[in-house]
C-alpha cells in the first residue's frame, strides 16, 4: 500500500501502522461523562441526608438536584409522556456512576451462549449497576410500537427494591444519530417463560433474521430475562 507524499526509502517507523479499534462509547460517555462530576455528588448527598435507599427511584425524584439535572437535560420542545423514559435513563446513569461505571461487555459467542439457554448461577458477586454492552446489530428489537427495528447497543441494570431487576436498554446508539431510544422493564427472575406463538425466546421474526444470525427481544419480559441471565453468569468487568 502506497501512502500519498512517502517515497520509496521510507523507513518502517514512517509507514503507516493499524492501530486498535478504539471501545465503543456507551450512552453514559455521550450524555453523562461531561457533567457527572459536577452534578451527581450532590444528588448522593441528598439521599444520604434523608437516609435514601439510592435505588429506590421515588426518593432519587424527590431530590431538587435530580430534578434539575433531568430538567436541564429535556429538550426546549418538552418531552410529553417521554420524561418518564428520561428520568430512568439518569436514574440508571446515576447508579452507574455510584458504582464505579462497570461496563460489561459481550462477545458475539458468549451473547450467543447466554440467549441459547439460562446459565447456572456464578460465585461471587456480580455487578451492582453496570451498563452490559452487546455486540453491534446482534439483537433487535421494536422499542417503540409500529415504528422501526433498532439494534440493541446494550442496558444499563441493577435489583431495585423487592429483589426485582430493573433493566433500562439502549437502541440505535450511533455517532451520526442524534439521540437514542430507551425502553425500561422491570420483573423478578423468571421460571419458565414462553413465547405464546412456542418459538424459541431471542428468536428473530425479522425476514432474513436467522440466516443473518441476528436475535430478537420480544417484550420487555424478554429483556429481564436477558438482564438475569447476564447478572446470573457472573459477568462483571
Request: charged residues 25%.
Amino acid at each position: 500500500m502506497r501512502v500519498p507524499g512517502q517515497s520509496e526509502a521510507a523507513s518502517a517507523s514512517d509507514r503507516a501502522t493499524i492501530l486498535p479499534v478504539p471501545p465503543r462509547p456507551t450512552p453514559y460517555d455521550l450524555v453523562f461523562a461531561p457533567l457527572a462530576e459536577q452534578r451527581f455528588p450532590a444528588i448522593r448527598a441528598a439521599l444520604s441526608d434523608t437516609g435514601s435507599d439510592p435505588r429506590d427511584r421515588d426518593a432519587f425524584l424527590l431530590t431538587a438536584e435530580a430534578a434539575r439535572l433531568i430538567h436541564d437535560l429535556r429538550p426546549d420542545e418538552g418531552l410529553g409522556e417521554d420524561i418518564d423514559r428520561l428520568a430512568a435513563l439518569v436514574h440508571h446513569a446515576f447508579l452507574f456512576w455510584e458504582h464505579g461505571s462497570e461496563l460489561v461487555s459481550l462477545d458475539r459467542t458468549l451473547t450467543d451462549k447466554l440467549l441459547g439457554s439460562p446459565p447456572p448461577s456464578a460465585e461471587g458477586t456480580p455487578a451492582q449497576a453496570p451498563y452490559v454492552q452487546v455486540p453491534e446489530r446482534q439483537i433487535w428489537a421494536r422499542p417503540v410500537e409500529q415504528e422501526a427495528y433498532e439494534p440493541l447497543d446494550g442496558w444499563f441494570a441493577h435489583v431495585a427494591p423487592g429483589s426485582l431487576l430493573r433493566v433500562l436498554a439502549v437502541f440505535g446508539l450511533h455517532p451520526d444519530r442524534m439521540g437514542f431510544t430507551v425502553v425500561e422493564a422491570i420483573g423478578p427472575r423468571s421460571t419458565n417463560l414462553l413465547r405464546p406463538d412456542g418459538s424459541p425466546l431471542f428468536a428473530p421474526t425479522l425476514r432474513g433474521g436467522d440466516a443473518a444470525r441476528l436475535r430478537e427481544i420480544l417484550g420487555g419480559e424478554e429483556l429481564v430475562e436477558l438482564g438475569w441471565r447476564v447478572r446470573d453468569a457472573g459477568k462483571t468487568p
